[in-house]
């Protein structure tokens, strides 16, 4: 199986991820947010890779100003030039979902991640939480893991029932455990370098 990204992408994929774009943003034409030739320069970037796409829209549509989030994913990926999109997309969401958490929510973020990619495999939220914040430990709150995974929504999976977790996909996994990519991605859209370091000792799982 060849799957057309990066230089090889031909029209037809790149033809679908414009419809899913047009349809997750009910952009029907020019007049409509975020407007045709949005739609076109978030194709390019795609390059192919539906997960890509699929990460930019959960990202953009959640609560809030998705304006906001749009004009910064366009704002940071043209920040990049080893064409690692998917690595610097990833970086931003982990990024903004951490930058304002105290440090406790941080390490949230951290062991969530963890447990997920390392893992390799879906878990009950139950069993994730029990795992993480058992009863007793006062050094980890239940609510700042369960602040962690709602931060993260973005890249985690639940299935209909919100009972199981896992990661969006296998390319987020590849990243993380990837230590040259993940500093080169976060020095890249993260300008202070005060807070860059803890920035990367939560997100690198190498």
């Known amino acids: 199986l060849v799957l057309d990204t990066g230089d090889h992408v031909s029209g037809e994929s790149e033809e679908d991820i ?20 949005t739609i076109g320069i978030l194709t390019q970037y795609a390059a192919g890779l539906f997960i890509w796409a699929i990460t930019v829209v959960n990202f953009v549509t959640q ?38 958490l ?9 062991l969530v991640l963890a447990s997920l990619v390392l893992l390799e495999e879906e878990l009950p939220r139950e069993a994730l939480l029990e795992l993480l914040a058992p009863k007793g430990l006062e050094s980890r709150s239940l609510p700042s893991i369960e602040a962690a995974i709602a931060s993260l929504k973005s890249v985690i999976v639940t299935d209909e029932e919100d ?31 005060s807070d860059r370091q803890s920035l990367l000792e939560t997100f690198s799982l190498s």
């Open 163 to 193: 009972n199981y977790l896992r990661v969006c996909h296998k390319s987020l996994s590849d990243f993380l455990l990837d230590e040259d990519r993940v500093q080169t991605s976060v020095k890249k859209l993260h300008d202070d370098p």
């Open 18 to 37: 414009r419809r899913f774009f047009e349809a997750k943003f009910n952009a029907s034409d020019d007049r409509s947010w975020p407007g045709t030739d």
């Open 102 to 110: 105290e440090s406790e929510e941080r390490n949230g973020v951290s």
């Open 63 to 100: 609560k809030g100003d998705r304006a906001l989030r749009l004009k910064r994913v366009l704002e940071n990926m043209a920040k990049v030039g080893d064409k690692d999109y998917i690595g610097s997309l990833y970086a931003q969401i982990l990024l903004a979902s951490s930058t304002d």
